[in-house]
């Protein structure tokens, strides 16, 4: 078993950043991590991936150049820097464990995940 807990997220101005955090526990040796999130009336998306060794990123074309996911094994946590962020990054962003990378996967192919933390984005 593998939990998630998401954290950093908040009300931030358009073109300001923020940091999300994901801290895992259980059995997370080797699991591939990724953030996706939802809008209001939308279905959960994709925005970034990485392998457990860190040496594997996957992006969403809509957030390239402008998000960083990264992970901190030795303190069990994956994290996505947001830079630059549109009032339609505005959504719930979950963080998910699994033990395959995907280069754009659906929800349905990631087995764990975390409650979501909440990221607003003003104009």
């Known amino acids: 078993q593998v939990q998630l807990v998401e954290s950093g997220g908040g009300l931030v101005q358009a073109g300001g950043s923020l940091r999300l955090s994901c801290a895992a526990s259980?059995?997370?040796?080797?699991?591939?991590m990724a953030w996706f999130r939802q809008a209001p009336g939308k279905e959960r998306e994709f925005v970034a991936g990485?392998?457990?060794?860190?040496?594997?990123?996957y992006y969403a074309d809509f957030v390239k150049g402008r998000f960083t996911i990264s992970r901190d094994n030795a303190k069990n946590t994956v994290y996505l820097q947001m830079s630059s962020l549109k009032p339609e990054d505005t959504a719930v962003y979950y963080c998910?464990?699994?033990?395959?990378?995907?280069?754009?996967?659906?929800?349905?192919?990631?087995?764990?995940w975390g409650q979501g933390t909440q990221v607003t984005v003003s104009t």
């Open positions: 259980g059995r997370t040796f080797s699991y591939a």
């Open positions: 990485i392998s457990w060794s860190g040496s594997s990123t």
């Open positions: 998910a464990a699994d033990r395959v990378l995907y280069r754009a996967p659906g929800p349905d192919d990631y087995d764990y």
